[in-house]
């Protein structure tokens, strides 16, 4: 456990570290939390909402009532969402296939270490960074298998969201069929 | 005409660009047939159903791949643990090009079964090193498949459970019509008949 001096310490330094002050700063540390944008609300672009809404409609079927019209929207919602994740994984798995890889080329150790003593002797050498494309089979299904197998972790991330947006749609159909069955008693 | 119209509001699933709609419609098709969904609701859980079946597909399909593109390497490293001597010398170029022989020639084949005899094992051995190399890939590609059949089948299961809810809704609604005092009654034109006074 810190003592008392530390604690004191600690609130010291920290009030020195408050955080990016100029605005380019400010905006750029905004974006610190953001990962692949799939929690992101999908309402959030003009195309998807119209689909949304068409959905949201032909789910709720003549009902003109707000309730049920609400819940429509969850399961709307819900389907597309689970569409944006499925979208996302064969893009990710189409883009290890083509660049063999998901993050840009980087320079290996050894091309680091022969970079590095080059500068020492006063050179200056422009390494090429391995070709992860070069690396992957060249013909199906080898290839896309391999892209599969590349972007594994990823998927797997991935499929936590997909299973969310299920469980959140069965939820909401549910939702919605109960309010239709006490529209029906009343 | 209803089911079209519902098709083409669902989110269409991204194929690879390896992969074959008609396919995928093949598959979806044959849901529909033996699911005979009703409505935009269980049109979407067939569609969803199908699209887990198929991603179950490719990764299975995957998974084969990636344990037969380790055969040559997995080969490989068992003749290598084979041949090498009390020294710790192997032939690494014979060891190489008997390894990649071994897919196409069948005398280099023999040879192989013959070096695994000697050690009392046979071709499961190339399969299970093939399998060890690449345990790490098979394990996250069976949880992501234990997921998706998992999934497919809770699918599955809310179409009957819509279903029935469903079912349960309109015999409900049939009940009380039925039992409704103000419906209206049709009377048999023979019981019109004037009474006497």
Not at chain 1, 2 to 31: C, D, F, L, V, Y
Request: glycine residues 4%; aromatic residues 4%; proline residues 3%.
């Amino acid at each position: 456990m810190a003592s008392e001096r530390q604690i004191a310490a600690n609130r010291r330094n920290a009030r020195k570290s408050t955080g990016p002050r100029s605005g380019a700063g400010r905006k750029r540390a905004s974006h610190n939390a953001f990962c692949h944008g799939l929690t992101l609300s999908i309402t959030s672009t003009a195309a998807f909402a119209k689909h949304l809404d068409r959905l949201v409609r032909k789910i709720a079927g003549d009902s003109e009532e707000a309730i049920v019209l609400e819940r429509a929207r969850a399961v709307a919602q819900a389907e597309l969402e689970l569409a944006r994740v499925r979208r996302t994984k064969v893009a990710l798995i189409e883009r290890a296939s083509a660049f063999g890889e998901l993050d840009p080329p980087r320079l290996t150790v050894t091309q680091m270490i022969r970079l590095l003593n080059a500068f020492d002797r006063g050179r200056l050498i422009v390494p090429k960074p391995l070709d992860a494309s070069a690396t992957m089979p060249s013909q199906e299904p080898h290839r896309s298998a391999e892209a599969v197998r590349r972007v594994l972790p990823e998927l797997r991330k991935l499929d936590r969201y997909e299973r969310r947006a299920a469980a959140r749609r069965d939820r909401a159909v549910l939702n919605l069929s109960d309010r239709m069955k006490s529209l029906n008693n009343l | 005409m209803g089911r079209r119209n519902e098709l083409a509001l669902l989110p269409k699933l991204p194929l690879l660009i390896t992969e074959s709609v008609d396919e995928f419609d093949a598959i979806r098709d044959a849901f529909e047939r033996e699911i005979k969904p009703h409505g935009i609701i269980e049109q979407m859980y067939v569609h969803d159903v199908s699209c887990i079946v198929w991603e179950i597909l490719r990764l299975r399909r995957c998974k084969v791949v990636i344990i037969n593109s380790a055969f040559r390497k997995a080969l490989q490293s068992l003749l290598k643990e084979l041949l090498t001597d009390e020294d710790g010398y192997y032939a690494a170029d014979e060891t190489e090009a008997l390894a990649l022989a071994w897919f196409t020639d069948h005398a280099a084949k023999k040879q192989v079964s013959e070096i695994l005899g000697r050690f009392e094992l046979d071709e499961s051995a190339i399969e299970a090193e093939a399998i060890r190399s690449s345990s790490a890939d098979l394990e996250l590609l069976d949880r992501m498949l234990t997921s998706l059949e998992s999934r497919r089948d809770k699918a599955l299961g809310c179409v009957a459970e819509y279903r029935a809810s469903l079912a349960r809704q309109l015999r409900e609604s049939a009940d009380r019509i039925i039992d409704d005092n103000d419906v209206l009654r049709l009377e048999h034109p023979s019981s019109k008949r004037p009474t006497a006074a």
